[in-house]
């Protein structure tokens, strides 16, 4: 069993920064892919960005620039910074692990961003 734990998450200023976190723990395999994902209300649950093992990167077009995805392997841990928020980043943020047992999500942390 695999647990996902996010934080960081919480209410900011557009133009502000946060910096969420995400640790896994349990029976651990070695994760192929880390990222975070996001859903807003009424919209589907779209990728936010992604890390692989080796430290290669993908980001949505609306984050890029803003947003940072680090991961750290020996702890397990997978980070996103984001700058210069903006109030259509608010949503519930969700971690995501990927390994050849699946996939795994955390229980989501929320991020709103008032204007």
């Known amino acids: ?3 996902l734990v996010e934080s960081g998450g919480g209410l900011v200023q557009a133009g502000g920064s946060l910096r969420l976190s995400c640790i896994a723990s ?3 395999f070695r994760f192929n892919s ?3 994902y996001r859903q807003a209300p009424g919209k589907q649950r ?3 960005a992604d890390i692989t093992s080796s ?4 980001y949505a077009g ?3 620039g ?3 995805i680090s ?3 020996a702890k397990n841990t997978v980070y996103l910074q984001m700058n210069s928020l903006k109030p259509e980043d608010t949503a519930v943020y969700y971690c995501n692990a990927q390994n050849i047992l699946g996939p795994y999500w955390g229980q989501g942390t929320q991020v709103t961003v008032s204007s």
């Open 62 to 64: 609306s984050v890029k």
């Open 71 to 73: 991961r750290d392997n």
């Open 1 to 3: 069993q695999v647990q």
């Open 34 to 36: 880390m990222g975070w």
């Open 46 to 48: 779209e990728l936010v």
């Open 55 to 58: 430290g290669i990167t993908n």
């Open 26 to 28: 349990g029976n651990i």
């Open 66 to 68: 803003r947003f940072t």
